[in-house]
């Protein structure tokens, strides 16, 4: 938890935080949280646009969904909170 929220925090102070359109009338865990406390009980957040100098062009568009360990659909399985 503690790895992620620091992923989070990162991502804020860089600017990348994401929100979708397409998302924003999903369920919270597949939404747009852009808010710590949101992010922490939905257990994701996206980013996009990595990798560019201020005021230079994004070296990579993409959009991530960057999640918790504990999200319901994470890749890595299920662990205990």
């Known amino acids: 938890a503690e790895r992620f929220a620091a992923c989070f925090?990162?991502?804020e102070a860089a600017g990348?935080?994401?929100a979708?359109?397409?998302?924003?009338?999903?369920?919270?865990?597949?939404?747009?949280?852009?808010?710590?406390e949101e992010v922490q009980a939905c257990g994701q957040f996206r980013i996009?646009?990595?990798?560019?100098s201020t005021g230079e062009p994004a070296?990579?568009?993409?959009?991530?969904?960057?999640?918790?360990?504990?999200h319901v659909s994470?890749?890595?399985g299920k662990r205990p909170r």
């Open 9 to 11: 925090r990162a991502c």
């Open 16 to 18: 990348l935080l994401y």
């Open 20 to 36: 979708n359109p397409a998302y924003a009338r999903s369920p919270p865990e597949f939404g747009n949280a852009m808010a710590w």
């Open 48 to 52: 996009k646009e990595l990798g560019g």
């Open 59 to 70: 070296a990579l568009v993409l959009e991530v969904e960057v999640r918790s360990p504990h």
């Open 74 to 76: 994470c890749p890595i």
